[in-house]
């Protein structure tokens, strides 16, 4: 089995080098040049289009677009503060981008607001939007990275900045600024990134699609059809005309190439029943699908501040209101404001002042991480709790597996993104089919404790510990030999905020046979333990967000 497992590592492996060096190269300027006069927003004094290097979503580099918007007021001794603006869905093709075809009304005028208040303002297409390739709609994971080196492009224009800035996002592009929320800190360290704002963000999207889909008679909604004609980009075998009219297979085709208001006009006498889209959420294999694309409910390192709209054609204002909640319970720092007369476009207008008070707030407030204790103390079970909510769920191991694979950079779709992704599922499986008595998706701390006094020496939990521990050697694994050495662990442990002195107690606490390198066996051995007997000083709680 083990020497399997230790090909298949070699497998995954093939190319990380140049991945990993790729990732110190992402968000560097590669051209810029002004932008046309008529997509200027009010109170700027200085706009550029922007090209920079990125990341695409299945690896490899990938140019990505954009426009930075300089304030024109002041700039302060400090710098200037800096906003990355995430805009709402405007189409899947080329021509939707906003440094090509501008910011919609509503959204230029939010904007403006932030440059009126001293804000320089990032504005990424997202990968895929006037630059080759495809645009992977509602795949937060791919086009987050896409938001925060946006601000580091702009910080290359000569214009002075400071490392604070704060990530704005409305409808689509509040989806992707969650996910911006979830792992900036560790995939940009070099910024002082400072919280989230999310305005009208589709989450729990397996919801909102039952919502947009369950009446027959309503219209169809063009997030339906974006959402069908995405897809297939992160689920090359997903094939939407199977479950539409021809009608519908038309729409969804149109909605592969057509800006917003070409496909709002081209939906306008269409419904739910013409074009195939009724109770989309029951059709078979669809729910596996919504579920890729939702925010997971984990607790975030920086302040979050969430709005919603009581009459909302789109995003139910109680899908949103459920999220806060979620997130609250998970021991995020949360503000949450309904408007109750905003529909889904009016939320970005509505008291934007209490918005930009907040953030300014966060600009002097000292960085603190929620969830914890005064002192800082967790408790064994703590460890394993990502989301802080008093259980232990997949959302836990979600997070761990997210904030790994954006420490060290890599593309969420690569193969040694998937590899560590599926190894935290299968952990997660694991432990849910031994101490999840309930039987309700979550392991809470007394059905821990029970599992543990009954464990014994289960040579099957090893088993499918192993497919994390490979995954994680392929990660670091850069001269391809199934072995990690003090170097490529201390390089891995470096992204993960370890310090040197650290790295390298971890790396002899690692090394049990003490041959100068890390094998599968070993990293099995150290997440067994700590899975075992959760403790910050196991040399395995670097893999559980602990350091």
């Known amino acids: 089995m083990w020497s399997e497992l230790r090909a298949e590592a070699r497998a995954v492996g093939v190319a990380l080098l140049r991945r990993s060096i790729l990732r110190d190269v992402t968000g560097s300027l590669v051209q810029h040049e002004r932008l046309p006069d008529e997509l200027w927003p009010q109170h700027t004094s200085q706009a550029y289009r922007v090209l920079y290097e990125g990341l695409g979503y299945h690896g490899g580099p990938r140019e990505v677009s954009g426009m930075v918007l300089v304030p024109d007021s002041p700039v302060p001794a400090e710098g200037l503060p800096i906003v990355a603006y995430a805009h ?316 790994l694979v954006q420490a060290f950079g890599q593309p969420p779709g690569s193969p040694a993104a998937l590899a560590v992704r599926e190894g935290y599922r299968q952990l997660w499986r694991a432990l849910a089919g031994r101490a999840d008595t309930s039987q309700d998706a979550r392991i809470s701390e007394a059905e821990f404790l029970a599992w543990i006094d009954t464990v014994g020496a289960d040579e099957r939990f090893e088993d499918d510990i192993a497919p994390l521990a490979w995954a994680v050697i392929a990660l670091a694994d850069t001269d391809d030999d199934g072995v990690l050495s003090e170097r490529e662990l201390a390089r891995l442990l470096a992204r993960c905020g370890l310090s040197t002195a650290h790295a390298q107690q971890v790396f002899a606490d690692l090394d049990q046979d003490r041959n100068g390198g890390v094998d599968t066996r070993e990293i099995v051995a150290a997440i067994r333990a700590f899975c075992l007997q959760p403790a910050a000083q196991q040399p395995g709680s670097w893999l559980f967000g602990t350091i």
């Open 88 to 403: 709402g869905t405007a189409g899947l093709g080329d021509s939707a981008a906003p440094s090509r075809m501008g910011l919609t009304r509503l959204e230029r005028e939010h904007v403006a607001r932030w440059l009126a208040s001293g804000y320089l303002v990032a504005v990424t297409d997202y990968e895929g939007l006037a630059t080759p390739g495809p645009h992977p709609y509602l795949n937060g994971e791919a086009v987050a990275d896409d938001i925060v080196d946006a601000v580091r492009a702009a910080r290359q224009l000569g214009v002075s900045t400071r490392g604070s800035w704060v990530a704005v996002g409305f409808s689509q592009g509040a989806h992707a600024a969650l996910f911006v929320g979830l792992m900036a800190s560790r995939y940009a360290p070099e910024l002082d990134f400072r919280g989230t704002v999310a305005l009208a963000p589709p989450v729990h999207l397996p919801l909102l699609v039952r919502n947009l889909t369950a009446d027959g008679s309503r219209p169809v909604s063009v997030v339906t059809s974006y959402l069908l004609a995405g897809l297939p980009i992160s689920h090359p075998e997903f094939d939407p005309s199977s479950l539409l009219t021809e009608e519908g297979g038309r729409l969804v085709q149109l909605a592969a190439t057509a800006p917003l208001l070409e496909l709002m006009r081209a939906s306008r006498s269409l419904t739910n029943d013409r074009v195939g889209t009724t109770n989309l959420h029951d059709r078979e294999g669809i729910a596996r699908l919504l579920d890729s694309c939702r925010v997971p409910t984990a607790r975030f390192d920086r302040p979050v501040f969430l709005t919603a709209g009581g009459v909302d054609e789109v995003v139910p204002l109680q899908v949103v209101e459920l999220f806060a909640e979620d997130l609250r319970s998970a021991g995020s720092e949360v503000e949450f404001v309904r408007h109750e007369h905003a529909n889904h476009a009016d939320v970005l207008l509505a008291d934007q002042d209490a918005i930009i008070s907040w953030a300014a707030r966060l600009l002097v407030a000292p960085v603190r991480s929620p969830g914890r204790s005064a002192d800082g103390a967790r408790s064994q079970f703590s460890l394993l709790d990502a989301t802080g909510d008093g259980y232990v769920t997949r959302d836990d191991y979600e997070a761990f597996a997210l904030g």
